[in-house]
C-alpha cells in the first residue's frame, strides 16, 4: 500500500531512526545512544524511537478501533488545536495541563456523554517560527451544536482552522493517524487535492522535539474523554 495508508514497516523504523541519530549525535544528545541501543529484547520505549513509537502506535490504533466497533453514536475524526509554542520552548510544554484545559471546555461545550479517543502531536510551522500542539481524535456521539460550542472557545487562539471535524468513513486509514511521532515538517502550501510534501525537520527542530518527547511516556500523549485505560485496554468510563 502507499506509504501514507499504511503503517510503517520494521525497515522504515530502521531507516528513520539511523537518521534520528546520526542528527542527534552531531549534535552531542545523549538520546541518540539511547536509540542506538534498541532493540526488540530491550526496547528504550522513548517516543523519538522509530521502533518503540510503531510498536505503540499498532497497540492504541487497535484500540481505538475497538472502541469505534463497540460504541453507537455519531462517529467521526477531529483535530483541536491546543496552544501554540515558541521555538525552543517546546521542552517546557505540559502535555498533561493542555489536556485538563481542554477537558475543561469540553465540559462547558455539552461533550459530556461523549467519548473521545486520540493523541496530542507537536507541528512545527517553519514560516512563522513556533510548534502548534494538537489533537487527532475518534468522536463518538457529539452534537453538532456541542462542536459549535467548542468551536468558538478556541478562537482566542488566532488559529485559521482551530477545528476540523470529518465523518468517520475509512476507520483503519483515519483512526492510523490519531497518535504519531513524526519528524517532519510540511513548509510548502498544500496542493489542490494532496497535502504539501514533507521534509526532514531542521536539526535544531529534532533536537528540540526529542528532548521534549523524552520528558513523557507514550501514554501521556493519548488522550480520553468519557473513556479510561482498564487493564491496558480502553473503555468507557463508569
Not at 542506538?36 to 528504550?44: K, L
Not at 483541536?80 to 484545559?101: C, M, Q, W, Y
Not at 525537520?201 to 513523557?216: D, F, M
Request: charged content about 25%; hydrophobic content about 40%.
Amino acid at each position: 500500500m502507499p506509504r501514507r495508508q499504511r503503517f510503517e514497516t520494521l525497515y522504515d523504523t530502521k531507516m528513520r531512526n539511523f537518521e534520528r541519530i546520526e542528527i542527534l549525535a552531531n549534535r552531542g544528545s545523549a538520546i541518540a545512544e539511547t536509540l542506538y541501543e534498541c532493540d526488540a529484547a530491550s526496547p528504550c520505549d522513548l517516543p523519538a524511537c522509530a521502533r518503540c513509537a510503531r510498536r505503540y502506535r499498532i497497540y492504541f490504533t487497535g484500540e481505538a478501533l475497538a472502541v469505534a466497533h463497540a460504541y453507537v453514536g455519531p462517529h467521526e475524526f477531529a483535530t483541536i488545536f491546543l496552544d501554540t509554542v515558541e521555538v525552543g520552548s517546546l521542552p517546557e510544554a505540559n502535555v498533561k495541563r493542555a489536556h485538563a484545559a481542554l477537558r475543561k471546555r469540553l465540559d462547558r461545550s455539552g461533550f459530556k456523554g461523549s467519548v473521545l479517543v486520540g493523541g496530542t502531536e507537536a507541528a512545527w510551522i517553519a514560516a512563522d517560527r513556533h510548534w502548534i500542539l494538537h489533537l487527532h481524535l475518534l468522536a463518538i456521539g457529539v452534537r453538532p451544536d456541542s462542536w459549535e460550542r467548542l468551536r468558538a472557545k478556541l478562537d482566542d487562539f488566532g488559529l485559521a482552522v482551530p477545528l476540523k471535524v470529518e465523518t468517520l468513513n475509512d476507520e483503519a486509514r483515519q483512526l492510523s493517524y490519531i497518535t504519531k511521532f513524526t519528524t517532519y515538517h510540511r513548509p510548502l502550501k498544500r496542493g489542490f487535492d494532496r497535502p504539501s510534501p514533507a521534509f526532514p525537520l531542521p536539526p535544531a527542530r529534532l533536537e528540540e522535539l526529542a528532548t521534549w518527547w523524552a520528558s513523557h511516556r507514550f501514554e501521556d500523549f493519548g488522550f480520553l474523554y468519557g473513556a479510561r485505560r482498564r487493564g491496558g485496554r480502553i473503555a468507557l468510563q463508569d
